[in-house]
């Protein structure tokens, strides 16, 4: 078989700008050992999100020049209407500013005091949204999931006895909706399979609950299905979608993701009802209901880029390039997360780092390693994201301690790709000297973002 080239050729390009060892020691010191707090520029390969980091092709950057900036009526928004029609079959689409401005909208209409809103993994904003509105968001993710090396092709799965469960203790009265996240950010880019869907799509059905997909990563996900369930081999992606999107009442979506866009979302439905009571808070917090906070020229771009995430020739290299970097690793020992996910690889820095203690931080630890070793910056997801305290104090860790290394969409080559093998290899081999962290200042909410940390002896 031949090398999997990246499908496109480069046309306008960005310098990356190169620091030394020394100086990195002094930036990850200043910056107190949290990625959020160094400057791009002193960054060689930014592994810190797929979110908004995406390359748009030249046809997008050509829709922007085409913008029609019309308050009213734009003739962008029906471009960017037709698209997202044409993947969902969703009569109702309405644009927002980015993915959490829709769920903003929705769990305002939809959530409240009393009630549950059940998913495979709510991501951190949709799970903030929820619970901002007084309703309690419930992870129900299948149990393979819940094991990073395990190999499994469906790790985003919803364990459908668990919400079956769920549903007859609680009542199907306090569940109004439940939301599948394709693929699993949260839990480490895992597919749900079509099967799943339509099983969860019966269960919702049956006790009255809508079904929204947060589509952020839709295109990953059905090229998953694609590869991986039978009876999909010889569909197309555009196929895959229409039949997943068929199942559900809604969706949510953040076009800084499968879309190619800096900025960008919206919220489909099917409900009219529901619709009337999105756009009248649509129209208090982002703007009126053809432009949801964007300017014409995003609807355009995110109207084309919906397009492009589903060629196949992109999808196949863009899984790949995520698989091909879990091999390499997997090759040298270093223990991460299988199978590789759509978007990331994730280190398991639990495995890496035996001799640093959770209250010391090992993921992040792990981070400021490699930011050192080869100025690569990926982000922590484990006991600093989400350790809780106890009522003395002390830390609740977290599930799992990673590091995620997230791909941007056509941003890195396959020698970028190769220098972070290197990068997260040599690092490994040194890990003994890796030193725990100790938290000197923290906000109280959403704390990884700002907190400020101290190497310990
Ligand atoms: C990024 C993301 C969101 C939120 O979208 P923003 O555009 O960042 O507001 C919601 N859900 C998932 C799964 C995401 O990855």
């Known amino acids: 078989m031949k090398t999997i080239i990246e499908p496109f050729k480069i ?34 390969i930014d592994l810190l999100t797929d979110s908004g980091t995406s390359a748009m092709s030249s046809a997008q950057w050509a829709g922007v020049m085409l913008g029609d900036e019309s308050y009213a009526g734009s003739n962008s928004f029906y471009r960017f209407e037709k698209s997202v029609k044409e993947i969902t079959d969703m009569p109702i689409i309405i644009p927002t500013h980015q993915g959490r401005a829709a769920e903003k909208i929705l769990f305002t209409v939809i959530g409240g ?81 079509m099967q799943n869907i339509k099983e969860i799509k019966s269960l919702c059905k049956k006790n009255n609950i809508l079904l929204f997909i947060d589509a952020c990563r839709f295109a990953e996900n059905c090229y998953f299905i694609k590869k991986r369930e039978s009876g999909y081999e010889n569909s197309s992606i555009q196929d895959i979608a229409r039949e997943l999107f068929s199942y559900a009442d809604g969706c949510t979506m953040s076009a800084k993701k499968d879309a190619f866009c800096n900025i960008g ?36 771009a995110i109207a084309i880029g919906l397009k492009e995430v589903m060629e196949e020739d992109y999808l196949h290299y863009r899984i790949r390039s995520i698989e091909y970097l879990t091999e390499k690793l997997t090759a040298a020992g270093v223990p991460v997360l299988k199978p590789g996910g759509g978007h990331a690889v994730y280190l398991d820095a639990k495995e890496m780092l035996p001799h640093i203690p959770p209250n010391l931080y090992p993921a992040q630890a792990l981070v400021a390693a490699l930011y050192v070793e080869g100025g690569v910056r990926g982000v922590e997801i484990g006991s600093l994201m989400f350790g809780k305290y106890d009522v003395n104090g002390n830390l609740i ?12 969409r056509r941003v890195y080559t396959q020698s970028h790709i190769d220098y972070v093998a290197e990068v997260i290899i040599e690092t490994f081999n040194n890990r003994e000297k890796i030193k725990g962290l100790k938290i000197e200042f923290e906000a109280p909410v959403l704390r990884h973002f700002t907190a400020k940390l101290k190497e310990t002896k």
């Open 11 to 44: 046309k306008s390009v960005e310098p990356i700008h190169f620091t030394t060892r020394e100086e990195r020691i002094k930036i990850i010191k200043d910056a107190f050992y949290n990625p959020f707090l160094i400057r791009s520029e002193d960054v060689l």
């Open 113 to 193: 005091k009393g009630k549950y809103i059940v998913s495979n993994t709510l991501f951190d904003t949709t799970r903030a949204n929820i619970e901002y509105s007084g309703a309690e968001g419930i992870d129900l993710l299948c149990s393979e999931g819940k094991i990073p090396s395990l190999v499994a092709p469906f790790k985003g799965n919803i364990d459908t006895d668990a919400f079956e469960k769920f549903i007859r203790e609680k009542g199907s009265e306090s569940i109004p909706l439940c939301i599948i996240t394709v693929t699993n950010n949260s839990g480490g880019g895992q597919p749900v399979s």
């Open 265 to 300: 979302g919206f919220l489909a439905m099917r409900s009219e009802e529901l619709a009337v009571q999105c756009r009248n808070l649509l129209i208090i917090t982002e703007g009126f209901t053809t432009y949801g906070g964007l300017a014409g020229r995003d609807l355009e």
């Open 397 to 408: 860790p977290a599930m799992m301690e990673l590091v995620r290394l997230a791909i941007p």
